[in-house]
Structure formats: C-alpha cells, structure tokens
Nanobody, 124 residues
Framework: QVQLVESGGGLVQAGGSLRLSCAASGRTFSSVAMGWFRQAPGKERDFVAAINWSGSNTDYADSVKGRFTISRNNAKNTAYLQMNSLKPEDTAVYYC?????????????????WGQGTQVTVSS
C-alpha cells in the first residue's frame, strides 16, 4: 500500500508563493502517475495538475497555468507543486493522489490513493 503525506501548506498573502510536497512510501513510486487536486469549502474536488511516471508529461487546470508547476523526484519518492502568484481563489485543501498507471488522468475518480490534504490559505 502506498502512503501519501502532503506538506508545505500555510497562510500566504496574495502574490506570494508556496511549494507543496507529497512524500510517498510503501510501493514503487517511479512507475505511477501523480496528481494534485484541491477542494474549497462547499465545492467539489477539482483537478489542479498531473504528471506522468517519468515527469516528461504534465497537465494543468486553466486557472493555474503559468502560475503552478508540478514536478517529481523519483529518487526521493516525492512529488511537488510549486505555486506562484497565488490568489485568494486558490484557497483550498490541496490533495495529492496516485494512479496505478504510468499515465495521468484529470478526474479524481481515476486516482487510487489519496493523501490527507494540506490547507492553503491566500489572503487578499
């Protein structure tokens, strides 16, 4: 079983930056796709970014393109989400997820294991 632990969330002013980390353990990390999703209060869990097993392919929600960057370090079993130029509407709980496939998908239902989430709050 893969265990995922997110970290790096917090409170930041609009325009600031945060880097989220997702540490995986328990299974071969380098062969699976990873995704980041977020959920604001009263809203559904939305896709943010995804990366394939090698890091050669990535995808982003339109709302974060040009501001967020997803990456991974398979040697460290860790995925990252660099978030720049943060806006108040980015406020949410951010979750990382793993998909038992080398290729990613954009919908939460196609991911197999989730972390516990980390809160990101952007003040105006």
């Amino acid at each position: 079983q893969v265990q995922l632990v997110e970290s790096g969330g917090g409170l930041v002013q609009a325009g600031g930056s945060l880097r989220l980390s997702c540490a995986a353990s328990g299974r071969t990390f380098s062969s699976v796709a990873m995704g980041w999703f977020r959920q604001a209060p009263g809203k559904e869990r939305d896709f943010v970014a995804a990366i394939n097993w090698s890091g050669s392919n990535t995808d982003y929600a339109d709302s974060v393109k040009g501001r967020f960057t997803i990456s991974r370090n398979n040697a460290k079993n860790t995925a990252y989400l660099q978030m720049n130029s943060l806006k108040p509407e980015d406020t949410a709980v951010y979750y990382c997820a793993v998909r038992w496939s080398s290729d990613y998908r954009l919908t939460p239902g196609e991911y197999d294991r989730w972390g516990q989430g980390t809160q990101v709050t952007v003040s105006s």
